[in-house]
């Protein structure tokens, strides 16, 4: 990733009309972009978002005034962009985090104790991916800000700047993001022990009346559901925190 300052120098010679100068910072933030649409959209929209995006920044760019704000103003475009093609997250694809076992080295030479360690972090990403259904809209696209502050496409100032908030509250809605997703993976993870022979009978008599799309008022009580009962309560007690899982990717 092109660093803060080289961003900012190639956005002002860019404003003065230097070609070059344009063309390498619109191939350098390619990847941002693309990954912010493909997180909610098939790869035909995200395309689609992603020219759209870039020709409103082409015509925006003589206008942005703090070039250090570039890379916060090319995402909040492609968000929007992203919003008005009405983006539905979709729980089982990999864009949501990247959380594909394929990007992982295989496990034919792993030793026994490698193997199983490995097939226990591919069930946790699948895991972590479909959590992600289970989030509201706003915390899908905080969730696609943050995996991008991990990977070093933004910086925690840039969220911010993204948001429309002050760092203090992006801390508070991280935290708030964090929980609901522990909820969301636990979910998950209780659902399938109660499928099997041993697996809650309560929690298979909930989910009984489900229709299989998530929801906020699902999760609300599906938590609920497992804060009262016994068989349930230890869901998700061995889940690692996601930036491991995003570390060992």
């Known amino acids: 990733m092109t660093s803060a300052e080289e961003t900012s120098r190639l956005v002002r010679s860019a404003q003065l009309g230097d070609r070059a100068a344009l063309d390498r910072l619109l191939r350098g933030s390619l990847p941002l972009v693309y990954n912010l649409a493909a997180r909610s959209l098939e790869p035909a929209d995200a395309d689609d978002v992603t020219q759209e995006t870039m020709i409103r920044a082409i ?10 704000t570039f890379r916060s103003w090319l995402a909040t ?15 089982h694809r990999r864009s949501v985090l990247l959380l594909d076992p394929d990007v992982l080295p295989g496990t ?5 104790d490698e193997a199983t360690h490995r097939r226990d972090l591919d069930l946790q990403r699948r895991q972590l991916a479909e959590a992600t259904g289970w989030l509201d809209a706003d915390d899908r696209d905080l969730l696609s800000l943050w995996w991008l502050t991990q990977v070093g496409r933004l910086e925690r ?19 708030r993001l964090r929980s609901r997703l522990d909820t969301a993976r636990r979910i998950v993870a209780a659902r399938e022990a109660a499928g099997r022979p041993d697996g809650c009978a309560g929690l298979r008599r909930t989910l009984a009346g489900w229709d299989g799309v998530p929801s906020a008022v699902w999760r ?20 690692l925190a996601p930036e491991r899982l995003l570390a060992a990717t």
């Open 157 to 175: 100032a840039d969220v911010a700047r993204i948001l429309g908030i002050s760092a203090a509250h992006t801390r508070v809605r991280l935290h």
């Open 77 to 91: 475009i492609a968000l929007r962009e992203t919003r008005r093609r009405g983006a539905r997250a979709v729980a």
């Open 59 to 68: 015509r925006g760019l003589p206008g942005l005034r703090e070039p250090a």
């Open 220 to 239: 609300k009580r599906l938590a609920r559901h497992l804060a009262g009962c016994g068989t349930c309560a230890g869901s998700g007690a061995h889940l």
């Open 108 to 112: 034919a030479d792993a030793t026994d």
